[in-house]
Nanobody, 119 residues
Framework: QVRLVESGGGLVQAGGSLRLSCAAS????????MGWFRQAPGKDREFVAE????????YYADFVKGRFTISRDNAKNTLYLQMNSLKFEDTAVYYC????????????WGQGTQVTVSS
């Protein structure tokens, strides 16, 4: 199994920055794609970003608009999401994910970390 634990969430003012981390443990030898989803109150869970094992391919949701950067450090088994120019609508629980291939379901999920952006 792969265990994912997010950290770095918190309360920030609009326009501020926050960096989320996701520590992976277990079967981390596999070349998992890893990414981030988020879910705001009353809304469906939505895709934020994903990165391949090599880091050569990165995918972002349109609403990121150059504000967020996903990265990973495989030596540390850690995924990151650098969030800049945060908006109130970015307020959500952010979840770390992992999957085996682009055709796979997101089979591994973290517990989520709360990001709250004050206006």
């Amino acid at each position: 199994q792969v265990r994912l634990v997010e950290s770095g969430g918190g309360l920030v003012q609009a326009g501020g920055s926050l960096r989320l981390s996701c520590a992976a443990s277990g079967r981390t030898g596999s070349r998992y794609l890893m990414g981030w989803f988020r879910q705001a109150p009353g809304k469906d869970r939505e895709f934020v970003a994903e990165i391949t094992w090599s880091g050569r391919n990165i995918y972002y949701a349109d609403f990121v608009k150059g504000r967020f950067t996903i990265s990973r450090d495989n030596a540390k088994n850690t995924l990151y999401l650098q969030m800049n120019s945060l908006k109130f609508e970015d307020t959500a629980v952010y979840y770390c994910t992992a999957r085996s291939t682009p055709l796979s379901a997101y089979e591994y999920w973290g517990q989520g970390t709360q990001v709250t952006v004050s206006s």
